[in-house]
DNA sequence: GCCGATTTGTCCGTATGTATC
DNA sequence: CGATACATACGGACAAATCGG
């Protein structure tokens, strides 16, 4: 499948509105216009419409006119967004980073662990913790747990790469989803030893549970971010209950 | 619009997943099933879908079996998510809550204000401060910002109770998105004066631009939450680029 | 205040492509 | 290989909200 079409819709609208082309708080074309200029049917354009919408570039409202609402967000931070590996999202803001192994062992899942992960009890697994420099500084302490089962021979050579590279180009697995939650934590003793906290006492926890295709968690993570390089962005609608 | 249809069967189908109806991990019925059985046409059923999908309950590929992937979870926490006040969220979860306004000013948007809130420059506001208490507990310090003209004759009585319910049932005023921006910042004098902060040194911000149906933007809030009590969820899916 | 044109919201039926089993 | 399942796309229809004359 080369690209949607939709979503080449998408992406054409979205960089005409970061270039500038609609003025922020002005008007977006009518649909009857659009679907003209894209020679597609309503419903691909309201995919790629409502994809602006969810992310916060464009309002719609019944009746109403579309409007732009997009502003752009000068801090070049490092961001969350999807799922993106800390390689993937250095590399998008054009950042030098690296990432260093600080332990990997093979552990079994015991019952404080399955509760926490909600990986399946005794089962193996291994652990792993990275810590992430980015232009020098230590950003981040990673610790994952993935099962044996489903990243055979791990090792640590692997792990001070791209794991995920790994999975998905050397296993062929197809990691399709991933919950997340975020938290604020106090520092542990690891935090201190690895993260610069400087005089912070907490820092941002992103833990999330990743699934592959078959539809089996074989990943548990936590992100323990240091808080001046942290950010997450989110748009929100509201329905109408009316 | 009493409710569509595509979101009725969203809610009925969520249901049945979070009362366990089917397993997690287990399988979800097909397509043609589920059109069946909601006598629906695909295109409103895969809407329905595709908000399951969105939200974390379900896992889809193409070929394969859809799969539930939903798992409980037991936060008694305070959540974030949508465009949803603070009474709202208190009230989802059985709480009791308590709000007290400390501060409230008109005065007018300068050069530093308007970079940091990006509200238009010289134009006058509102500022509301407000303490959330949440079971007995400073849990949360609002900071609200609010275009004058956008919000008429706004009283601290009005903003002692919901500012939203005044704008949305007073004021006909219909709220349609929100940009919220997550960051771990260092407490300062106000946060410590207000907020139990124990030996936390740090809390979670959530600062946000909201806009109303005539997508100007009258708002800039930000929320800063104790770290004990604070929990944002996501669920990202990765888009296969092949 | 009403009416009609415009615009977005919802829904349907159908066809075709493509990955999986 | 065929059957099954999801992914994408089209065209048509009607409803609901908005806005201007």
């Not at 008007?27 to 992310?55: G, H, K, Q, V």
């Not at 719609?60 to 579309?66: F, I, L, P």
Request: hydrophobic share 35%; glycine share 6%; charged share 25%.
């Amino acid at each position: 499948m080369p690209t949607a079409k939709f979503e080449t819709i998408y992406k054409d609208m979205k960089e005409k509105i970061e270039k500038g082309m609609y003025q922020s708080e002005g008007i977006f074309p009518a649909e009857s216009t659009l679907t003209a200029e894209y020679d597609c049917s309503r419903a691909t354009l309201r995919r790629a419409l409502a994809r602006l919408i969810e992310r916060g570039y464009i309002q719609a409202g019944q009746g109403r006119r579309m409007r732009v609402i997009y502003q752009p967000t000068e801090q070049h931070e490092f961001m969350i967004g999807g799922i993106e590996s800390f390689r993937e999202a250095a590399a998008r803001n054009h950042f030098q980073f690296v990432t260093r192994v600080i332990h990997f062992a093979e552990e079994v899942v015991d019952e404080k662990i399955a509760k926490k992960t909600s990986l399946p009890l005794g089962s193996n697994i291994y652990e792993v913790r990275r810590v992430r420099y980015l232009e020098g500084k230590a950003l981040i302490l990673d610790i994952n747990l993935f099962l044996c089962e489903a990243v055979p021979n791990l090792t640590p050579e692997i792990a001070n790469g791209s794991i995920y590279d790994y999975l998905e180009n050397e296993l062929g697995m197809v990691i399709v989803t991933s919950h997340r939650r975020m938290t604020v934590e106090h520092a542990t003793a690891l935090d201190n030893k690895w993260l610069e906290m400087g005089d912070y006492n907490c820092l941002a926890v992103v833990s999330g549970r990743t699934y592959n295709a078959a539809g089996i968690q074989f990943e548990y993570t936590q992100s323990r971010h240091h808080p001046e390089y942290f950010c997450f962005e989110d748009t929100a609608t509201r329905r109408r209950t009316r």
